[in-house]
Protein backbone atom coordinates (compact mmCIF):
# COMPACT_ATOMS: atom_id res chain seq x y z
CA UNK A 1 0.00 0.00 0.00
CA UNK A 2 1.20 3.36 -1.04
CA UNK A 3 -0.04 6.75 0.92
CA UNK A 4 -0.44 10.15 0.06
CA UNK A 5 -1.84 12.98 0.66
CA UNK A 6 -5.50 12.46 -0.67
CA UNK A 7 -5.36 8.87 -1.75
CA UNK A 8 -4.26 5.35 -0.72
CA UNK A 9 -2.79 3.04 -3.45
CA UNK A 10 -3.84 -0.20 -2.87
CA UNK A 11 -3.97 -4.02 -4.77
CA UNK A 12 -7.03 -4.22 -6.78
CA UNK A 13 -9.94 -6.41 -4.63
CA UNK A 14 -12.88 -8.18 -6.06
CA UNK A 15 -15.28 -6.37 -4.20
CA UNK A 16 -14.20 -3.23 -5.99
CA UNK A 17 -15.72 -4.68 -9.07
CA UNK A 18 -18.77 -2.32 -9.17
CA UNK A 19 -16.84 0.55 -8.19
CA UNK A 20 -14.40 -0.43 -11.43
CA UNK A 21 -17.39 -0.80 -13.49
CA UNK A 22 -18.80 2.77 -12.71
CA UNK A 23 -16.14 4.33 -14.00
CA UNK A 24 -14.41 2.61 -16.23
CA UNK A 25 -17.98 1.56 -18.32
CA UNK A 26 -17.74 5.54 -19.68
CA UNK A 27 -16.75 5.45 -22.82
CA UNK A 28 -14.41 8.64 -22.34
CA UNK A 29 -12.17 6.94 -20.04
CA UNK A 30 -11.13 4.05 -22.02
CA UNK A 31 -10.46 4.18 -25.50
CA UNK A 32 -8.35 7.30 -25.47
CA UNK A 33 -5.81 5.31 -23.83
CA UNK A 34 -6.58 2.02 -25.86
CA UNK A 35 -8.92 -0.32 -24.15
CA UNK A 36 -12.56 -0.67 -24.43
CA UNK A 37 -15.22 0.56 -22.20
CA UNK A 38 -16.40 -2.33 -19.32
CA UNK A 39 -19.39 -3.63 -20.54
CA UNK A 40 -20.95 -5.39 -17.28
CA UNK A 41 -19.90 -5.83 -13.66
CA UNK A 42 -18.64 -9.06 -14.48
CA UNK A 43 -16.02 -7.78 -17.17
CA UNK A 44 -14.87 -5.75 -14.46
CA UNK A 45 -14.00 -8.51 -12.23
CA UNK A 46 -12.45 -10.36 -14.62
CA UNK A 47 -10.41 -7.20 -15.34
CA UNK A 48 -9.49 -7.37 -11.93
CA UNK A 49 -8.96 -11.12 -11.78
CA UNK A 50 -6.70 -11.02 -14.90
CA UNK A 51 -4.46 -7.37 -15.84
CA UNK A 52 -5.35 -6.36 -12.55
CA UNK A 53 -3.71 -8.76 -10.78
CA UNK A 54 -0.18 -7.69 -12.19
CA UNK A 55 2.41 -6.71 -9.94
CA UNK A 56 2.50 -2.86 -9.31
CA UNK A 57 -1.14 -2.53 -9.81
CA UNK A 58 -2.92 -0.34 -7.77
CA UNK A 59 -6.44 0.53 -7.37
CA UNK A 60 -6.54 4.90 -7.05
CA UNK A 61 -9.21 5.16 -3.89
CA UNK A 62 -10.27 8.67 -2.23
CA UNK A 63 -9.41 8.71 1.41
CA UNK A 64 -12.44 10.66 1.99
CA UNK A 65 -14.67 8.31 0.35
CA UNK A 66 -12.33 4.63 0.53
CA UNK A 67 -14.29 4.44 -2.60
CA UNK A 68 -11.65 3.12 -6.09
CA UNK A 69 -11.99 5.92 -8.64
CA UNK A 70 -9.06 5.10 -11.20
CA UNK A 71 -5.79 3.12 -11.55
CA UNK A 72 -2.44 3.03 -12.03
CA UNK A 73 0.39 0.84 -12.05
CA UNK A 74 4.52 0.42 -13.36
CA UNK A 75 4.59 -1.95 -16.11
CA UNK A 76 7.87 -3.87 -16.23
CA UNK A 77 9.55 -5.14 -19.94
CA UNK A 78 8.28 -8.73 -19.21
CA UNK A 79 4.41 -7.69 -19.20
CA UNK A 80 2.16 -5.28 -20.69
CA UNK A 81 3.50 -2.22 -21.69
CA UNK A 82 4.03 0.15 -24.92
CA UNK A 83 7.32 1.47 -24.23
CA UNK A 84 10.42 -0.25 -25.59
CA UNK A 85 12.29 -1.39 -22.30
CA UNK A 86 15.05 -2.59 -21.22
CA UNK A 87 16.02 -4.55 -17.67
CA UNK A 88 15.85 -1.71 -14.80
CA UNK A 89 13.49 -0.23 -16.38
CA UNK A 90 9.85 0.05 -16.51
CA UNK A 91 6.49 2.18 -17.83
CA UNK A 92 3.88 3.98 -15.90
CA UNK A 93 0.07 3.97 -16.84
CA UNK A 94 -3.05 5.44 -15.15
CA UNK A 95 -6.71 6.79 -15.53
CA UNK A 96 -9.29 8.02 -13.48
CA UNK A 97 -12.90 8.03 -13.85
CA UNK A 98 -14.57 11.38 -15.17
CA UNK A 99 -15.81 13.35 -11.89
CA UNK A 100 -12.42 13.48 -10.73
CA UNK A 101 -10.66 15.43 -13.65
CA UNK A 102 -8.48 18.72 -12.93
CA UNK A 103 -8.40 17.99 -9.78
CA UNK A 104 -4.13 16.89 -9.48
CA UNK A 105 -4.92 13.27 -8.01
CA UNK A 106 -3.11 11.04 -10.92
CA UNK A 107 -0.28 13.75 -10.35
CA UNK A 108 -0.24 12.89 -7.19
CA UNK A 109 -0.46 9.19 -7.55
CA UNK A 110 1.96 8.99 -10.45
CA UNK A 111 4.73 11.28 -7.89
CA UNK A 112 4.11 8.31 -5.73
CA UNK A 113 5.04 5.72 -8.14
CA UNK A 114 7.92 7.48 -8.94
CA UNK A 115 9.23 8.07 -5.48
CA UNK A 116 8.42 3.38 -5.80
CA UNK A 117 10.07 3.15 -8.93
CA UNK A 118 13.43 4.88 -7.71
CA UNK A 119 13.50 4.68 -4.52
CA UNK A 120 12.07 1.28 -4.02
CA UNK A 121 12.63 -0.92 -6.69
CA UNK A 122 15.82 0.43 -7.61
CA UNK A 123 15.23 1.29 -11.48
CA UNK A 124 17.30 3.56 -13.75
CA UNK A 125 14.41 4.64 -16.18
CA UNK A 126 10.64 5.40 -16.15
CA UNK A 127 8.84 5.85 -19.53
CA UNK A 128 5.31 7.24 -19.94
CA UNK A 129 3.35 7.91 -23.12
CA UNK A 130 -0.12 8.86 -24.48
CA UNK A 131 -1.72 8.72 -27.22
CA UNK A 132 -2.13 11.94 -30.04
CA UNK A 133 -5.19 13.85 -28.56
CA UNK A 134 -5.33 12.11 -25.47
CA UNK A 135 -4.42 15.66 -23.87
CA UNK A 136 -5.23 15.34 -20.66
CA UNK A 137 -2.43 12.54 -20.10
CA UNK A 138 -0.37 14.38 -21.89
CA UNK A 139 -0.62 17.51 -18.89
CA UNK A 140 -0.05 14.54 -16.10
CA UNK A 141 2.68 13.38 -17.90
CA UNK A 142 4.38 17.12 -18.37
CA UNK A 143 3.40 18.03 -14.60
CA UNK A 144 5.33 14.82 -13.25
CA UNK A 145 8.75 16.39 -14.93
CA UNK A 146 8.74 13.54 -17.79
CA UNK A 147 10.94 14.56 -20.56
CA UNK A 148 10.13 14.43 -23.73
CA UNK A 149 12.02 11.26 -25.73
CA UNK A 150 10.35 10.07 -29.19
CA UNK A 151 7.04 9.61 -31.57
CA UNK A 152 5.87 6.39 -32.82
CA UNK A 153 3.44 6.39 -35.62
CA UNK A 154 1.37 4.49 -37.24
CA UNK A 155 1.32 1.52 -34.38
CA UNK A 156 -1.72 -0.62 -33.69
CA UNK A 157 -3.24 -0.01 -30.40
CA UNK A 158 -5.16 -2.82 -28.14
CA UNK A 159 -8.34 -1.85 -30.22
CA UNK A 160 -7.13 -2.46 -33.52
CA UNK A 161 -6.73 0.78 -34.72
CA UNK A 162 -3.52 3.03 -36.00
CA UNK A 163 -2.83 5.48 -33.79
CA UNK A 164 0.65 7.96 -32.87
CA UNK A 165 2.07 7.76 -29.83
CA UNK A 166 4.60 9.75 -27.42
CA UNK A 167 6.68 8.35 -25.52
CA UNK A 168 8.57 10.59 -22.42
CA UNK A 169 11.04 9.48 -20.06
CA UNK A 170 12.74 10.30 -16.54
CA UNK A 171 16.36 8.80 -15.52
CA UNK A 172 16.77 8.08 -11.75
CA UNK A 173 19.33 11.23 -12.22
CA UNK A 174 16.62 13.59 -13.20
CA UNK A 175 14.33 12.14 -10.68
CA UNK A 176 17.23 13.37 -7.79
CA UNK A 177 17.52 16.57 -9.02
CA UNK A 178 13.76 17.02 -9.14
CA UNK A 179 13.35 16.01 -5.80
CA UNK A 180 16.41 17.76 -4.30
CA UNK A 181 15.40 21.08 -5.70
CA UNK A 182 12.07 20.22 -4.58
CA UNK A 183 13.47 19.19 -1.29
CA UNK A 184 15.66 22.21 -0.74
CA UNK A 185 12.79 24.73 -2.07
CA UNK A 186 15.68 26.87 -3.29
CA UNK A 187 15.77 26.70 -6.94
CA UNK A 188 13.60 27.58 -9.49
CA UNK A 189 13.08 24.47 -11.96
CA UNK A 190 13.32 26.12 -15.83
CA UNK A 191 12.74 21.94 -16.90
CA UNK A 192 8.87 22.12 -15.27
CA UNK A 193 6.60 22.74 -17.78
CA UNK A 194 3.93 24.48 -15.38
CA UNK A 195 5.79 26.60 -13.11
CA UNK A 196 2.52 28.45 -11.29
CA UNK A 197 0.78 25.95 -8.62
CA UNK A 198 -2.16 24.57 -9.74
CA UNK A 199 -2.54 26.50 -12.61
CA UNK A 200 -2.79 24.80 -16.29
CA UNK A 201 -2.54 27.75 -18.36
CA UNK A 202 1.30 29.74 -17.92
CA UNK A 203 4.02 26.98 -19.29
CA UNK A 204 7.77 27.24 -19.34
CA UNK A 205 7.87 26.97 -23.47
CA UNK A 206 11.21 25.22 -23.78
CA UNK A 207 10.74 21.75 -21.67
CA UNK A 208 7.88 21.53 -24.42
CA UNK A 209 9.28 22.35 -27.79
CA UNK A 210 9.69 19.54 -29.61
CA UNK A 211 11.38 20.97 -33.14
CA UNK A 212 15.13 21.65 -33.61
CA UNK A 213 14.21 24.64 -35.32
CA UNK A 214 12.95 26.47 -32.44
CA UNK A 215 15.08 27.39 -29.97
CA UNK A 216 14.06 28.98 -26.54
CA UNK A 217 15.77 30.35 -23.87
CA UNK A 218 15.17 29.35 -20.04
CA UNK A 219 12.24 30.79 -17.60
CA UNK A 220 10.65 31.91 -21.25
CA UNK A 221 6.73 31.18 -20.15
CA UNK A 222 3.49 31.30 -23.05
CA UNK A 223 -0.22 31.89 -21.83
CA UNK A 224 -1.44 28.45 -23.18
CA UNK A 225 -0.19 24.92 -23.50
CA UNK A 226 0.93 24.39 -26.57
CA UNK A 227 3.16 26.93 -28.03
CA UNK A 228 4.40 25.18 -31.67
CA UNK A 229 0.84 25.27 -33.17
CA UNK A 230 1.12 29.04 -32.65
CA UNK A 231 4.42 29.13 -34.78
CA UNK A 232 3.19 28.59 -38.27
CA UNK A 233 4.64 27.99 -41.90
CA UNK A 234 7.44 26.53 -40.12
CA UNK A 235 8.81 24.02 -43.04
CA UNK A 236 11.97 22.05 -42.40
CA UNK A 237 12.96 22.63 -46.19
CA UNK A 238 13.43 26.65 -45.12
CA UNK A 239 15.84 26.10 -42.53
CA UNK A 240 14.66 28.95 -41.09
CA UNK A 241 14.87 28.85 -37.16
CA UNK A 242 12.53 30.87 -34.29
CA UNK A 243 15.20 32.12 -31.51
CA UNK A 244 13.57 33.51 -28.59
CA UNK A 245 15.38 34.57 -25.60
CA UNK A 246 15.51 33.53 -21.79
CA UNK A 247 12.46 35.38 -19.67
CA UNK A 248 10.51 36.24 -22.56
CA UNK A 249 6.80 36.83 -21.36
CA UNK A 250 4.46 35.47 -24.06
CA UNK A 251 0.69 36.01 -24.23
CA UNK A 252 -2.58 33.58 -24.85
CA UNK A 253 -3.03 34.09 -29.29
CA UNK A 254 0.19 35.32 -30.35
CA UNK A 255 1.64 33.80 -33.42
CA UNK A 256 4.63 33.48 -35.29
CA UNK A 257 4.70 33.01 -39.47
CA UNK A 258 7.33 31.89 -40.31
CA UNK A 259 9.19 31.79 -43.84
CA UNK A 260 6.84 29.12 -45.39
CA UNK A 261 4.07 31.98 -45.81
CA UNK A 262 5.89 33.56 -48.19
CA UNK A 263 5.22 33.30 -52.49
CA UNK A 264 7.16 34.24 -55.01
CA UNK A 265 6.64 37.97 -55.93
CA UNK A 266 9.03 39.12 -58.45
CA UNK A 267 6.15 37.07 -61.00
CA UNK A 268 2.71 37.95 -62.74
CA UNK A 269 1.41 35.07 -60.75
CA UNK A 270 2.24 34.18 -56.80
CA UNK A 271 0.31 30.80 -57.34
CA UNK A 272 2.82 28.29 -55.95
CA UNK A 273 2.29 25.46 -58.55
CA UNK A 274 5.17 23.56 -57.38
CA UNK A 275 4.04 22.42 -54.19
CA UNK A 276 -0.01 21.16 -55.64
CA UNK A 277 -0.30 18.18 -57.33
CA UNK A 278 -0.18 17.30 -61.08
CA UNK A 279 1.52 20.69 -62.20
CA UNK A 280 4.84 20.32 -63.22
CA UNK A 281 6.37 23.51 -62.24
CA UNK A 282 9.91 23.13 -60.49
CA UNK A 283 10.30 25.73 -56.96
CA UNK A 284 11.93 28.71 -57.82
CA UNK A 285 15.16 29.65 -56.95
CA UNK A 286 15.66 30.72 -53.31
CA UNK A 287 16.95 34.30 -54.54
CA UNK A 288 13.31 34.08 -55.90
CA UNK A 289 11.37 34.02 -53.12
CA UNK A 290 11.19 36.63 -50.24
CA UNK A 291 12.39 33.97 -47.14
CA UNK A 292 13.63 36.94 -44.24
CA UNK A 293 15.70 34.67 -42.56
CA UNK A 294 15.52 33.66 -38.83
CA UNK A 295 12.94 35.02 -36.45
CA UNK A 296 14.75 36.33 -33.30
CA UNK A 297 13.29 37.76 -29.86
CA UNK A 298 15.77 39.10 -27.23
CA UNK A 299 15.32 38.52 -23.36
CA UNK A 300 12.65 39.91 -20.89
CA UNK A 301 10.64 40.60 -24.00
CA UNK A 302 6.63 40.64 -23.18
CA UNK A 303 4.32 39.94 -26.42
CA UNK A 304 0.55 40.91 -25.89
CA UNK A 305 -2.00 38.64 -26.60
CA UNK A 306 -2.82 38.10 -30.07
CA UNK A 307 0.13 40.20 -31.76
CA UNK A 308 1.40 38.62 -34.71
CA UNK A 309 4.88 38.32 -35.61
CA UNK A 310 6.23 38.13 -38.96
CA UNK A 311 9.03 36.34 -40.61
CA UNK A 312 12.91 37.67 -40.31
CA UNK A 313 11.72 40.20 -37.59
CA UNK A 314 14.35 41.11 -34.55
CA UNK A 315 13.06 42.24 -31.45
CA UNK A 316 15.27 43.90 -29.10
CA UNK A 317 16.00 42.90 -25.46
CA UNK A 318 13.23 44.17 -22.97
CA UNK A 319 10.81 45.42 -25.93
CA UNK A 320 7.11 45.43 -25.00
CA UNK A 321 4.28 44.23 -28.09
CA UNK A 322 1.50 45.79 -27.59
CA UNK A 323 -1.71 43.14 -27.73
CA UNK A 324 -2.75 42.01 -31.33
CA UNK A 325 0.14 44.05 -33.13
CA UNK A 326 1.34 42.77 -36.36
CA UNK A 327 5.41 43.06 -36.25
CA UNK A 328 6.79 43.05 -39.69
CA UNK A 329 10.09 45.21 -38.86
CA UNK A 330 12.86 44.81 -35.92
CA UNK A 331 12.31 46.58 -32.88
CA UNK A 332 14.84 47.81 -31.17
CA UNK A 333 15.46 47.01 -27.27
CA UNK A 334 13.77 48.30 -24.65
CA UNK A 335 11.17 49.46 -27.42
CA UNK A 336 7.30 49.57 -27.22
CA UNK A 337 5.53 49.18 -30.40
CA UNK A 338 1.79 48.73 -31.26
CA UNK A 339 -0.56 48.32 -33.60
CA UNK A 340 -1.28 47.32 -37.29
CA UNK A 341 1.24 47.48 -38.73
CA UNK A 342 3.31 47.75 -35.27
CA UNK A 343 4.80 51.20 -35.05
CA UNK A 344 7.23 52.80 -32.44
CA UNK A 345 5.28 53.96 -29.27
CA UNK A 346 8.12 55.23 -27.21
CA UNK A 347 11.49 54.21 -25.47
CA UNK A 348 10.85 52.78 -22.44
CA UNK A 349 13.71 54.00 -20.82
CA UNK A 350 16.57 56.67 -21.63
CA UNK A 351 19.23 55.64 -23.97
CA UNK A 352 21.59 55.70 -20.69
CA UNK A 353 19.36 52.97 -18.52
CA UNK A 354 19.22 50.78 -22.16
CA UNK A 355 22.96 50.93 -22.48
CA UNK A 356 23.26 49.61 -18.91
CA UNK A 357 20.96 47.08 -18.89
CA UNK A 358 22.39 45.53 -22.27
CA UNK A 359 25.59 45.70 -20.26
CA UNK A 360 24.21 44.08 -16.99
CA UNK A 361 22.05 41.24 -19.14
CA UNK A 362 20.47 40.27 -15.62
CA UNK A 363 18.90 37.17 -17.62
CA UNK A 364 22.40 35.48 -18.16
CA UNK A 365 23.46 35.24 -15.43
CA UNK A 366 22.85 32.49 -11.93
CA UNK A 367 19.67 31.67 -10.56
CA UNK A 368 21.17 33.04 -7.47
CA UNK A 369 22.48 36.08 -8.26
CA UNK A 370 19.17 36.90 -10.01
CA UNK A 371 17.40 36.52 -7.12
CA UNK A 372 19.74 38.77 -5.60
CA UNK A 373 19.16 41.66 -8.24
CA UNK A 374 15.32 41.05 -8.12
CA UNK A 375 14.63 43.91 -5.97
CA UNK A 376 16.87 46.22 -8.50
CA UNK A 377 14.54 44.60 -11.45
CA UNK A 378 11.31 45.60 -10.09
CA UNK A 379 12.00 49.18 -8.55
CA UNK A 380 10.75 51.90 -10.20
CA UNK A 381 13.48 54.54 -9.03
CA UNK A 382 15.14 54.52 -12.01
CA UNK A 383 17.91 57.00 -10.99
CA UNK A 384 18.09 55.01 -8.29
CA UNK A 385 18.42 51.90 -10.56
CA UNK A 386 21.50 53.33 -12.70
CA UNK A 387 23.47 54.28 -9.85
CA UNK A 388 23.46 50.30 -8.44
CA UNK A 389 24.34 48.91 -12.27
CA UNK A 390 26.75 51.14 -12.78
CA UNK A 391 28.18 50.19 -9.47
CA UNK A 392 27.18 46.20 -10.42
CA UNK A 393 29.40 46.86 -13.66
CA UNK A 394 32.30 48.71 -12.11
CA UNK A 395 32.71 45.98 -9.37
CA UNK A 396 32.53 43.62 -12.06
CA UNK A 397 35.68 45.28 -13.79
Known sequence: MIETERLILRPWRETDAAALFKYASDPDIGPVAGWPPHTSIAN????????????????VILKDTDEPVGSCG?????????????????????????????????????????????????????????YDGNTKSKRVIEKCGFKFHHTNKDIISPLGDKRTEHFYVMTKEDYNIKTLRQTMSILPDPDIIFPVRDCETVAYVKPTVKNPNIIVGEFTYFSDTDFE????????????????????????????????????????????????????ETPPAAEDLPLKGDTV?????????DATILPGVHIGDGAIIGLGSIVG?????????????????RKRFDDELIGLLQKLQWWNKSISEIRQLIPLLTDGDLTQVKKVIIKILKSNG
Open 74 to 130: IMFSDSLHSAEMQQCEAEIGYWIGKPYWGQGLIPEAVRALLSRCFADLHLNIVWCGH
Open 297 to 305: VGNDVWIGQ
Open 44 to 59: SLEIIRTVFAAPETYA
Open 329 to 345: HDVEPYTIVAGNPAKVI
Open 229 to 280: KNVLHHYDFNGDRLVIGKFCQIASGVRFIMNGANHQMNSVSTYPFYIMEGWS
